[in-house]
């Protein structure tokens, strides 16, 4: 599941609700996917960076099957999400999958955009990203 989020790798233009850039790369070895952000959202800025992965505990000899990730933003936040694709529609889970609060988006044919919204309960708003590198 972890390298299905390959698609994901390069620079993204997001529009929508959020305004801005997010990057994503592989770290070294390949465990892990990381997501550089720099967006602008209700007038603030947030950047952070995104560390996604599969859990696997000191001792544990195999990760998760759910691939998870910590969120760390400039101003001191941590979130928590749940990645899923299936075929071409990424979902992005709040803390925990099956969350009332997530991101569902479809990747174009050619895979430079995916066409989404983020859905909360009381809100949510579109978020689109286009392949820019």
Do not use: C, F, M
């Given at each position: 599941m972890l390298k299905a989020l390959d698609r994901?790798?390069?620079?993204?233009?997001?529009?929508?609700?959020a305004e801005g850039t997010v990057t994503y790369r592989w770290m070294e070895g390949g465990q892990f996917l990381?997501?550089?952000?720099?967006?602008?959202?209700?007038?603030?800025?947030?950047?952070?960076?995104?560390?996604?992965?599969?859990?696997?505990?000191?001792?544990?000899?195999?990760?998760?099957?759910?691939v998870h990730s910590w969120y760390f933003d400039n101003d001191g936040s941590t979130l928590a999400y749940v990645y899923e694709?299936?075929?071409?529609?990424?979902?992005?889970?709040?803390?925990?999958?099956?969350?009332?609060?997530?991101y569902r988006g479809t990747f174009s044919a050619d895979g430079t955009s995916v066409t989404g919204a983020w859905v909360y309960p009381g809100g949510g708003y579109p978020s689109d990203m286009v392949r820019t590198g």
């Open positions: 994901l790798v390069g620079t993204w233009k997001v529009s929508g609700g990381i997501q550089d952000v720099d967006l602008t959202h209700d007038g603030a800025g947030a950047k952070g960076i995104e560390i996604i992965g599969r859990k696997r505990p000191y001792g544990a000899e195999e990760p998760s099957q759910d694709i299936e075929g071409d529609t990424l979902t992005i889970w709040g803390h925990e999958k099956n969350s009332e609060a997530y």
